[in-house]
C-alpha cells in the first residue's frame, strides 16, 4: 500500500504522458465485454453513443454557429421580432420522438439478451453481500469460498445473488450488468465468460465503511483447470505437523476466530467472516484492499485497520509470536 | 400587530400600512425582521451561497483524497461523511435556496406585485431553510455527520447500520426543511394566481414566472413524499419500527421507492427555476422574443406531469422485472422530448438575433451547451441496459454534475451577473466576469468529462479510494485539477462581488434594455417595488413602450 513519493509523482508522469499518447481503449471495461450478455450491452452503449454525439454535434454547432453569426456588430439594425414557428416545432418534437422510440425498440430487444430469463433451474451458485466481502458458495459441489469466484470458460452460470445486512451490488463490468443484492429480496443473474481471465467486480452500490473495497475476482479457467480447483477446494486439510503451524492451529481454536469464521475439519463454521479453509490459495486478502501473500496476512491479523479500517474483524492485539503462528497455520491450511 | 394573524393572507393585497411597521427597522434586525420578499430573496440567495462554500470545500477534500490512488488523506468514515454531506447540502441548501431566491425577489416584480401573498410566511419558509442548514451541519459537533449517503437507502441508514446521531441531525433538518418549502410553494401558487397586476395575463407571464409557478406544484407534491418517508424512518430508528428494516420483516426497497417518488421530480425542482432564468436572458441579449413561447411553457408543464411517473429509473439495477423496468424506460425517455423542445427554442431565439455577450450571456450559452451534456448522457440511463452497466459509477457523477453544474449553476451565474444590479444598484464587473466564466467553463470540463470515461473503465462512484489500475490515477488526478480551477473560478466571482458591491457602476434602472416589469423600477426596487406600473399589452411592457412602432402582437408571432 505505501509507495514512495517520488515514485508516484514519476508514475503519475508517465501515465499522463501515456494517457494522451496511446490512451488504450482494451482499459475500458465495459467497452471489452467478455461475454453475450456484456457484448449485447456494449453494441447497444455503442450505437447509443453514436446518436448522442450526432445529437450533440449538432446541438453546439448550432449554438457556435449562432455565436458566430449572430454577433451584434456596430450599426446593425433592429433584428426581426420573430417569435416561433409551428413548422419548426413539429420538426423538433416529431423527430426526436421518432429517434427514441428507434432507441427504445433496440432497448427492448437487449434487455432479454443482457439479462435472459432465469428459467425454472436451480441455482449453481450463491453470492452473499456482507459489509465488506462476499461469501461465495457452489451449491452443487458445496465449495465454499469468499471474494474470489472461479468458473469454467464458456459455461454460463446461475447465480442467486443475497445479502446479510445492507444493499450491496454485484458487478463485474466485462461480464456484464450489475445488479443489486438486497436483504429479504433473492435476485438472480446469468454469469458467464467466453475468455480465460481474471475479470475483477466491485460492489457498486454504497454499503457502508469499506465500499471501497469491497471488490472480488472472477477467474476463468479451462473445465480441466476448473475441475481441479474444485477438488483442491473440497479437500479437508489435516492438522499440520510443523510445531509453530500446530501452535497456530490451537490459536485458532481458543481465539474467538471460531465464532466469526468457517474453517472446514474444525468446529469454525459462521459466516460472520470470510470462509478460511483454503485461504492461502486466494489471490487477494480483505475484499481486495491488499495482496495474499503471508506478509499481509500477518499484518491484517496484527492490526486489520491498518489495511481495511473500519472493517468488522476485531484487532486481537496478538503478539509477533501468535500472529506468526497463526500465519503459519493458515498457509498450510492449502 | 394582534389581530392580524389571521389576515396575514391579504397583506399583500392591502398591506402597506399595517406592514409598514416592519420595515422600520435598520441593519441585522431590518433583515432578521423582513417580511419584503426582496431581502427575504436576497437572504435566500446570500444563505445558499455559503452553504456553497460549505459544499465546495466537501468536494475539495473529496477530490484531493481521489487524486491519488490508494490514498490514506481521508479516513473512510470521514470521506463517507463529506460526500453524504456534499449531496445534502448541494441539493436541499444550496441549489434550492438559491433558485427559490430568485423566485421570491423576482417573480412579484415580475407581475407587478407588492410582495408575495403572504409575506411573513415567505419569511418562515426561510428561517426553517436555514435552521435546517445549520442544524445539518450541527451534527459535526453533536457526535458526527451522516454518512449513509444524500439519498440514505435503507436499511443501510437505520438504527443497526448508522449509530451515530448524525442520520437523526439529517432527518430532522429535512423534514424542517421540506416544510418550509411546501410554504414556499403555496405562497408562489397564491401569489402568481392572485397578485397578478391589470393586464398581466397567464399568457403574458414572464417565462421565468411559469416554470416557478410549475415548479410550485412540483415542491408541493414531491417534497410530502419524502417528508412522510422521513418520518418512518426516524419512527424506525428511534421507536424500534420495522417499516425498512428487513431483518424484521421490513422491506429495503419500500424506501426507494418513496426516496425516487421525491428524487425524480426533484431533479426538476432544482432545474426549471434554471430553464426560467435562461428563458429570460437570451432573449434579451438577442434582442429577440423567446422562440416558441407556448413550446417553452407547454414543455415546462409536460416536464413536470412526466416527472411523477420516471422515479424507478433509479432503481433499474435493483432487479424490479422486465415490465417495470419497460414502462420506466418509455416514461423517461419522453422527458427527453419537452427537454429538447427547450433547447432547440433556446437556441433559436439566437438566431437572426443582436447577440450581446455580457458575462450572464455567456453562462447562459454555455449553459445550452453544457446542459445538452447532460441531457445526453441522462437518456443513456432511460436505456435500461446501459444503465445496468453504467449506474452507480463515475458516469453518473459526470451525468448529474453536468446537468447540476453545467446545468443549475451555470444558470445561476447567469441570473445573478444579470439580476445583480437589479439587486444592489450597481453592476458586476464584466472583465472579472469574463474571468470568471472561462475559469468555470474550462473547470467544470476538466473536472467533469473525464469522469465519464473513468465510469466506463468501472469505478463506482462513492469510493473513498480505488487501486491502481491502468489509467485510474491519471484520469482522477485530471479531475482534481479541474476541481481546483473551479475553486479559482469561485474566488474571482467572490472577489468580484465584494469589489462590485462597492466599487461597481451604478446601474440605473434597466441597464441591459430589457422588457419584463422588474426592470420598470429603481435599483433596488423601493419597499413596495413599483410607484407607477407601465400598461401591459404584451409579453414585454418595456419592450412595447420604448419600441411602439414593433410591439409585440399576441397571435401573430407565427414565421
Ligand atoms: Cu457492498
Ligand atoms: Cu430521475
Redesign the pocket.
Given at each position: 500500500m505505501t509507495t514512495h513519493p517520488t515514485r508516484t509523482a514519476l508514475r503519475l508522469l508517465f501515465d499522463f504522458v501515456g494517457a494522451i499518447e496511446v490512451f488504450n481503449l482494451s482499459s475500458i471495461d465495459t467497452l471489452n465485454p467478455v461475454s453475450p450478455q456484456a457484448a449485447a450491452i456494449t453494441r447497444l452503449f455503442l450505437g447509443v453513443l453514436v446518436i448522442l454525439a450526432v445529437i450533440f454535434v449538432l446541438v453546439s454547432g448550432l449554438v457556435v454557429y449562432a455565436i458566430v453569426r449572430y454577433r451584434e456588430r456596430p450599426g446593425s439594425s433592429m433584428p426581426r421580432q420573430l417569435a416561433g414557428s409551428r413548422k419548426l416545432e413539429f420538426l423538433w418534437t416529431a423527430v426526436p420522438i421518432g429517434l427514441l422510440a428507434t432507441v427504445f425498440v433496440f432497448t427492448a430487444k437487449t434487455m432479454r439478451a443482457a439479462n435472459p430469463k432465469k428459467g425454472t433451474r436451480p441455482a449453481d451458485l450463491l453470492v452473499v453481500g456482507h459489509q465488506w466481502w462476499w461469501e461465495v458458495k457452489y451449491l452443487k459441489s458445496g465449495v465454499i469460498t469468499a471474494n474470489e469466484i472461479h468458473l469454467p470458460v464458456g459455461k454460463a452460470v446461475l447465480i442467486q445473488l443475497e445479502a446479510a445486512d445492507v444493499i450491496h451490488d454485484f458487478w463485474v463490468p466485462q461480464l456484464g450488468r450489475k445488479i443489486d443484492a438486497i436483504p429479504g429480496h433473492t435476485n438472480y443473474l446469468w454469469l458467464r465468460a467466453d475468455r480465460p481471465g481474471v475479470y475483477s467486480g466491485i460492489c457498486a452500490e454504497f454499503c457502508g465503511t469499506e465500499h471501497a473495497w469491497m471488490r472480488f475476482e472472477v477467474v476463468v479457467q479451462s473445465p480441466e483447470e476448473f475441475t481441479a480447483w474444485e477438488q483442491a477446494q473440497l479437500k479437508i486439510p489435516q492438522p499440520p505437523s510443523e510445531p509453530e503451524a500446530l501452535a497456530g492451529m490451537k490459536l485458532f481454536n481458543e481465539l474467538t476466530c471460531v465464532n466469526c469464521h468457517r474453517l472446514a475439519g474444525t468446529r469454525a463454521n459462521q459466516t460472520a467472516g470470510p470462509d478460511l479453509t483454503h485461504l492461502a490459495q486466494r489471490r487477494m486478502l480483505a475484499g481486495g484492499a491488499a495482496v495474499n501473500n503471508p506478509q499481509t496476512l500477518a499484518e491484517w491479523l496484527k492490526d486489520p485497520d491498518r489495511i481495511k479500517p473500519g472493517s468488522n474483524m476485531p484487532n486481537f492485539h496478538l503478539s509477533d509470536a501468535q500472529v506468526r503462528a497463526l500465519v503459519a497455520y493458515l498457509e498450510t491450511t492449502k | 400587530m394582534k389581530g392580524h394573524e389571521f389576515t396575514e393572507g391579504i397583506a399583500g393585497l392591502v398591506g402597506e400600512r399595517e406592514r409598514v411597521g416592519w420595515f422600520s427597522h435598520e441593519g441585522l434586525l431590518g433583515w432578521v425582521a423582513s417580511v419584503d420578499h426582496k431581502q427575504v430573496g436576497l437572504m435566500y440567495i446570500v444563505a445558499a451561497f455559503v452553504f456553497f462554500g460549505l459544499g465546495g470545500i466537501e468536494a475539495l477534500l473529496m477530490r484531493i483524497q481521489l487524486a491519488v490512488p490508494n490514498n490514506h488523506f481521508l479516513s473512510p468514515e470521514t470521506f463517507n461523511a463529506l460526500f453524504t454531506m456534499h449531496g445534502t447540502t448541494m441539493i436541499f441548501f444550496v441549489a434550492m435556496p438559491l433558485l427559490t431566491g430568485f423566485t421570491v425577489y423576482l417573480v412579484p416584480l415580475m407581475i407587478g406585485a407588492r410582495d408575495v401573498a403572504f409575506p411573513r410566511l415567505n419569511a418562515m419558509s426561510f428561517w426553517l431553510t436555514l435552521f435546517a442548514g445549520l442544524m445539518l451541519y450541527f451534527s459535526f459537533f453533536a457526535g458526527g455527520a451522516p454518512s449513509a449517503g444524500w439519498f440514505s437507502y435503507t436499511p443501510l441508514s437505520e438504527a443497526a447500520f448508522s449509530l451515530r446521531s448524525g442520520q437523526d441531525y439529517w432527518i430532522l433538518s429535512l423534514i424542517v426543511a421540506g416544510i418550509g418549502t411546501v410554504a414556499g410553494a403555496i405562497n408562489i401558487i397564491v401569489t402568481v394566481v392572485t397578485l397578478r397586476a391589470e393586464g398581466m395575463t397567464m399568457k403574458r407571464l414572464p417565462l421565468f414566472v411559469w416554470m416557478n409557478f410549475v415548479n410550485a406544484f412540483l415542491m408541493l407534491f414531491a417534497l410530502p413524499v419524502l417528508n412522510a418517508a422521513l418520518v418512518m424512518l426516524l419512527i424506525d430508528r428511534q421507536l424500534h419500527a420495522h417499516f425498512f428494516t428487513p431483518a424484521s420483516g421490513g422491506s429495503a426497497l419500500l424506501w426507494q421507492h418513496y426516496f425516487?417518488a421525491f428524487?425524480?421530480p426533484e431533479?426538476y425542482i432544482v432545474i426549471l427555476p434554471a430553464f426560467g432564468m435562461i428563458s429570460e436572458i437570451i432573449p434579451v441579449f438577442s434582442r429577440k422574443p423567446i422562440f416558441g413561447y407556448e413550446f417553452v411553457a407547454a414543455s415546462t408543464v409536460a416536464i413536470a406531469f412526466l416527472s411523477f411517473t420516471?422515479?424507478a429509473?433509479?432503481m433499474f439495477a435493483v432487479g424490479l422485472g422486465h415490465i417495470a423496468n419497460l414502462f420506466f424506460a418509455v416514461a423517461?425517455m419522453s422527458i427527453a422530448v419537452p427537454t429538447g423542445v427547450k433547447i432547440f427554442n433556446w437556441t433559436a431565439t439566437m438566431y437572426g438575433g443582436q447577440l450581446r455577450f455580457t458575462t450572464a450571456m455567456k453562462f447562459a450559452v454555455a449553459f445550452i451547451v453544457m446542459f445538452t451534456i447532460g441531457g445526453l448522457s441522462g437518456v443513456s440511463f432511460a436505456v435500461v441496459p446501459i444503465d445496468w452497466q453504467l449506474t452507480d459509477t463515475y458516469y453518473l457523477v459526470a451525468h448529474m454534475h453536468y446537468v447540476l453544474f453545467g446545468g443549475t449553476v451555470l444558470a445561476s451565474f447567469a441570473g445573478i451577473y444579470y439580476w445583480f444590479p437589479k439587486f444592489s444598484g450597481r453592476l458586476l464587473s464584466e472583465r472579472l466576469g469574463s474571468w470568471h466564466f472561462w475559469l468555470t467553463f474550462v473547470g467544470l470540463n476538466l473536472t467533469f468529462f473525464i469522469q465519464h470515461i473513468l465510469g466506463m473503465m468501472g469505478m463506482p462512484r462513492r469510493v473513498f479510494t480505488y487501486p491502481a489500475l491502468p489509467y485510474w490515477a491519471a484520469f482522477n488526478m485530471l479531475s482534481t485539477i479541474g476541481a481546483f480551477v473551479l475553486l479559482i473560478a469561485m474566488l474571482v466571482f467572490l472577489y468580484n462581488v465584494v469589489m462590485s458591491l462597492r466599487y461597481g457602476e451604478t446601474a440605473g434602472d434597466n441597464p441591459w434594455d430589457a422588457w419584463t416589469l422588474e426592470w420598470a423600477t429603481t435599483s433596488p426596487p423601493p419597499v413596495e417595488n413599483f410607484v407607477r406600473i407601465p400598461p401591459i399589452h404584451g409579453r414585454r411592457p418595456l419592450w412595447d413602450l420604448a419600441h411602439p412602432e414593433l410591439a409585440d402582437e399576441l397571435g401573430k408571432v407565427d414565421a
Open positions: - | 425516487w428524487g425524480h431533479v420516471v422515479w429509473h433509479h423517461s
